[in-house]
């Protein structure tokens, strides 16, 4: 006999613990497609907002896709208050951005959401650009997280360019990282992770990330890897808070990421492989 059909009107909907808006590619490791799998592996419930839809990432020959409509992007926000799946929301992770309006967007939600869980962790990847190829996003994107969500983030995760371009500060020493970053422990920023701290500096073979926090300063210095894989800050900003909300301190939770990306770029480099692996 089949089971009776539940009543709909009965059933509660699916919780997410956390919502991450970044880009998302059919083919590779990037963005939502490594986040949702780091969080998954974390025990964590998590919904995908894709800030843009790729059919790669845009290194390769041929590339299609973009972002979705201001509209769009609106609507799926909404959506999900409109599911009423976010009452156990625990963490809002961003990454890439498509276009200004997708900031202004998180910025309202972000927002909306605080006033009703003012426990809200929210994680910023201000992605920009590097030291290699300068800013590759739109440059109005700049302005749009100054005004926008960098007071809005618990936590930020830029590399020291992003640090640089945000600030305004120079950031080629170490000392100057942490002092760039303490500009940006403001409104609602307790703490400012820069990876890929002062690159100059680094002794050989090694990288160095800087945690600065209202609380204090420390810097994890890790082995350098001779690969370089897309998706490897994805990787890193996903593990660090999925870290957090499993009840990991602020440098602990950023020694688990160096380590995951240290993990990962390692078993990539040995597989000879296109695409970031993620060990198992």
């Given at each position: 006999?089949?089971?009776?059909m539940?009543?709909?009107?009965a059933?509660?909907?699916?919780?997410?613990?956390?919502?991450?808006?970044?880009s998302?590619?059919?083919?590779?490791?990037?963005?939502?497609n490594?986040?949702?799998a780091?969080?998954?592996?974390?025990?964590?419930?998590?919904?995908?907002?894709?800030?843009?839809?790729?059919s790669?990432?845009?290194?390769?020959?041929?590339?299609?896709?973009?972002?979705?409509?201001?509209?769009g992007?609106?609507?799926?926000?909404?959506?999900?208050?409109?599911?009423?799946?976010?009452?156990?929301?625990?963490?809002?992770?961003?990454?890439?951005?498509?276009?200004?309006a997708?900031?202004q967007?998180?910025?309202r939600?972000?927002?909306?959401?605080?006033?009703?869980?003012?426990?809200?962790?929210?994680?910023?990847?201000?992605?920009?650009?590097?030291?290699?190829?300068?800013?590759?996003?739109?440059?109005?994107?700049?302005?749009?997280?100054?005004?926008?969500?960098l007071g809005?983030?618990?936590g930020?995760?830029?590399n020291?360019?992003?640090?640089?371009t945000?600030?305004?500060?120079?950031?080629?020493?170490?000392?100057?990282?942490?002092?760039?970053?303490?500009?940006?422990?403001?409104?609602?920023?307790?703490?400012?992770v820069?990876?890929?701290?002062?690159?100059d500096?680094?002794p050989?073979?090694?990288?160095?990330?800087?945690?600065?926090?209202?609380?204090?300063?420390?810097?994890?210095?890790?082995?350098?890897?001779?690969?370089?894989?897309?998706?490897?800050?994805?990787?890193?900003?996903?593990?660090?808070?999925?870290?957090?909300?499993?009840?990991?301190?602020l440098?602990?939770?950023?020694?688990?990421?160096?380590d995951a990306?240290?993990?990962?770029?390692?078993?990539?480099?040995?597989?000879?492989?296109?695409?970031?692996?993620?060990?198992?």
């Open positions: 006999m089949n089971a009776e539940p009543d709909e009107s059933l509660q909907p699916l919780q997410l613990d956390v919502v991450s808006a970044q998302q590619v059919v083919y590779g490791r990037v963005g939502n490594v986040a949702l780091t969080f998954q592996r974390h025990g964590l419930t998590a919904a995908a907002v894709p800030t843009v839809l790729l790669n990432t845009p290194h390769y020959p041929t590339l299609h896709g973009g972002a979705p409509p201001d509209e992007f609106a609507g799926w926000l909404q959506d999900l208050v409109a599911r009423d799946c976010l009452r156990r929301l625990r963490l809002v992770q961003l990454g890439y951005l498509g276009n200004p997708q900031a967007a998180l910025a939600g972000i927002a909306a959401r605080r006033a009703a869980q003012p426990e809200l962790q929210v994680l910023i990847d201000p992605v920009i650009g590097d030291w290699d190829k300068g800013i590759y996003v739109d440059p109005a994107l700049v302005q749009a997280y100054r005004d926008e969500l809005q983030a618990t930020l995760l830029p020291s360019f992003e640090l640089g945000l600030t305004g500060a120079p950031v080629q020493t170490l000392d100057q990282v942490l002092a760039a970053a303490r500009q940006l422990l403001q409104g609602q920023t307790r703490w400012v820069v990876t890929s701290a002062a690159p500096t680094w050989s073979g090694r990288m160095r990330v800087a945690v600065v926090s209202t609380e204090g300063t420390q810097v994890i210095e890790h082995e350098r890897v001779d690969a370089a894989p897309k998706g490897t800050g994805d990787l890193f900003s996903a593990t660090l808070g999925a870290r957090l909300l499993a009840g990991a301190a440098g602990e939770a950023a020694q688990a990421a160096c990306v240290v993990a990962a770029v390692t078993l990539t480099h040995r597989e000879a492989c296109a695409e970031l692996l993620l060990p198992a």
